[in-house]
C-alpha cells in the first residue's frame, strides 16, 4: 500500500463550482497533515496544514480523520487560478515530509 | 515575506561530474531539508540537517551525497560522480522549530546529467 494515497485526476470543474479531495495515509503513527500545491515546474507551496478539528481558511477547508486514515480538501467558489496540482502530505513524527503523488485540479472559466 | 532561495535554477553536468546545489533557508529557521522530484513523480524526502548534522536521511541518500552548512546562511547538496538518475528538480526546505513542522520550498535547482 503506498504510503500516501490520492486520486491523481484531472478534476476539471468550472470557475464557481465546489471541487473535494481525498487522500489517505497508511502510517497510523502520522502525526501531523498538511495540503501542498504544486504548479507545473514550481516547487510545492504550503496551502494549509490540517488540524484534528479541520480547519478553514477561506474558500480552503480541511479535514481529518485519524480513525480512518483520511484527509480531505474543499475549495469553495473554485478560481482560475486554483488550477493546480494538490498534494497531500503527512509527517510520520521524525521531521521528512511523505509526499502523495497529487491531484490535478483545472479550473475552466 | 521571508523565502528560501536556491542557485543555480539550472544545472546541466556530465555523468561522471561533481555538483554543488546552494540554498538559503530562511534566516530564522533552524531545520533545512533536500528533496528531489524526478519529472512526472512525486516529490521524495532526501535528508533533514539540524544543529551542524544530519539528523535523517532516505535510502536515497547514499554515499554519492553529501551535505553542508559551510557558515551561517548557506546549506548546499553535493553529489559526487552523477549518473543520469539523478537528474531531477532538487528542493531545499526549511522549517522553524515547530511542532507542526511546517516547510517552506525553495523554487529548486534543475538538474539535467547528460
Known amino acids: 500500500r503506498k504510503e500516501v494515497e490520492q486520486d491523481p485526476g484531472p478534476f476539471n470543474v468550472p470557475e464557481g463550482a465546489t471541487v473535494a479531495f481525498n487522500c489517505t495515509y497508511s502510517?497510523?503513527?502520522?502525526?501531523?497533515f498538511f495540503w501542498y500545491r504544486q504548479d507545473c515546474r514550481k516547487e510545492p507551496k504550503l496551502l494549509m496544514s490540517?488540524?484534528?478539528s479541520g480547519n478553514e481558511d477561506g474558500r480552503f477547508t480541511a479535514q481529518l480523520n485519524r480513525a480512518s486514515q483520511y484527509i480531505s480538501l474543499l475549495i469553495r467558489d473554485s478560481k482560475l487560478s486554483d488550477s493546480a496540482t494538490y498534494l497531500c502530505?503527512?509527517?510520520?513524527?521524525?521531521?521528512?515530509?511523505?509526499f502523495g503523488s497529487g491531484t490535478r485540479l483545472q479550473v475552466q472559466p | 515575506e521571508p523565502e528560501v532561495t536556491q542557485t543555480p535554477s539550472h544545472q546541466v553536468t556530465q555523468m561522471g561530474q561533481e555538483v554543488i546545489l546552494r540554498c538559503v533557508p530562511i534566516?530564522?529557521?533552524?531545520?533545512f531539508y533536500w528533496y528531489r522530484q524526478i519529472l512526472g513523480q512525486k516529490v521524495e524526502f532526501l535528508v533533514s540537517?539540524?544543529?551542524?548534522?544530519?539528523?535523517?536521511k532516505s535510502e536515497i541518500f547514499d554515499d554519492q551525497f553529501s551535505v553542508e552548512r559551510p557558515d551561517g546562511s548557506n546549506f548546499t547538496l553535493k553529489i559526487r560522480s552523477t549518473k543520469l538518475e539523478d537528474s531531477a528538480m532538487y528542493f531545499c526546505?526549511?522549517?522553524?522549530?515547530?511542532?507542526?513542522?511546517?516547510?517552506?520550498f525553495g523554487p529548486g535547482t534543475r538538474l539535467t546529467v547528460l
Open positions: 526546505a526549511s522549517s522553524e522549530t515547530s511542532l507542526y513542522n511546517e516547510q517552506f
Open positions: 502510517n497510523s503513527a502520522s502525526q501531523s
Open positions: 490540517v488540524y484534528s
Open positions: 502530505v503527512v509527517n510520520t513524527g521524525r521531521r521528512a515530509l511523505t
Open positions: 534566516s530564522n529557521h533552524l531545520y
Open positions: 540537517f539540524y544543529n551542524n548534522e544530519i539528523s535523517e
